[in-house]
């Protein structure tokens, strides 16, 4: 077999694995924005663990709230909080990494070691100071993580554009007196997709995780509502009594950071074409 014919075959499986593991979560966001079986968050005491069967296919929990509806909701908090932390995130890193690179200087020092200093520390543990200090709640939490995870961005932007602010179309520009901001927009930053999309899904994956460990912790999606992590720690007493309780959300949570684990390789891999290719 072929470096070219290697490099297909890994790319479908990686973008078609993580497409059916991602594509399992996000079906259960889109079902639970306009249904659900059961209210997520009506209790029941005589229904209490239930186990999985025809009128609750997934059982239901130590209130009698039915767990599929529950995994249903929980999923469109996780989608939700992902993806607005790392937009946040998104947003830091282009409004500092961005001109760091391209002006440097002082001004690239100190952002850079401003950066260095948040990144020294661990990031859920900045996230837990953050949101303990601030209170627990979904949005904190999505603030929490988007601060925590700008650093990260803000580096990715700034290497990129330190290479590619030397070719030579961006010095012909320059020589041509077009407006700086001009040419990270337009010129710049088009060209940072390709490092930018793969470090986007890893974030996507890495901040699924820290939410759910603050919510594990109490300190994320508050109750009634339901998260992964909320139910996982809420199901840890009843693991031999109601095993259903922790495999169900369980298993959404690992095949929605695998599918954007697979899914974020497959783009590395695609950037690397020109490796394969020879």
């Known amino acids: 077999m072929s470096r070219k014919e290697i490099y297909i075959n890994s790319k479908k499986i990686f973008f078609i694995t993580g497409g059916i593991l991602l594509g399992l979560v996000v079906l259960a966001f ?66 500092t990494g961005l001109p760091a690179g391209y002006f440097g200087g002082i001004g690239d020092r100190t952002i850079m070691l401003l950066m260095n200093a948040i990144m020294c520390f661990p990031g859920i543990l900045l996230a837990l100071v953050a949101v303990a200090v601030a209170g627990p709640s979904m949005f904190n939490v999505v603030w929490a993580l988007g601060l925590v995870f700008g650093p990260t961005f803000a580096r ?5 554009t330190m290479e590619i602010k030397e070719r030579d179309y961006i010095l012909h520009a ?79 949570l690992v095949f929605y950071i695998l599918g954007l684990y697979f899914i974020s390789e497959g783009i590395r891999v695609s950037n690397s074409r020109g490796g394969f290719s020879r």
């Open 30 to 95: 889109i079902v639970s924005m306009f249904w659900t079986p059961y209210d997520p968050n009506l209790t029941d005491a005589a229904s209490r663990f239930l186990p999985p069967s025809p009128a609750h296919i997934m059982g239901t929990d130590n209130f009698g709230r039915d767990v599929f509806s529950r995994i249903l909701s929980a999923s469109k908090y996780t989608i939700f909080i992902s993806f607005a932390g790392v937009a946040i995130a998104l947003v830091i890193g282009t409004l």
């Open 174 to 252: 320059r020589t041509m007196g077009i407006n700086p901001v001009r040419i990270m927009a337009v010129h710049i930053f088009p060209n940072l997709l390709p490092q930018i999309l793969p470090a986007t899904v890893i974030g996507l994956a890495n901040m699924t995780l820290f939410e759910s460990a603050m919510s594990y912790l109490g300190l994320g999606v508050q109750p009634p509502e339901a998260s992964f992590g909320k139910m996982l720690s809420d199901s840890q007493a009843y693991m031999a009594r109601a095993p259903w309780l922790i495999i169900f959300p369980a298993l959404m």
């Open 156 to 160: 990715v932007y700034r290497t990129g």
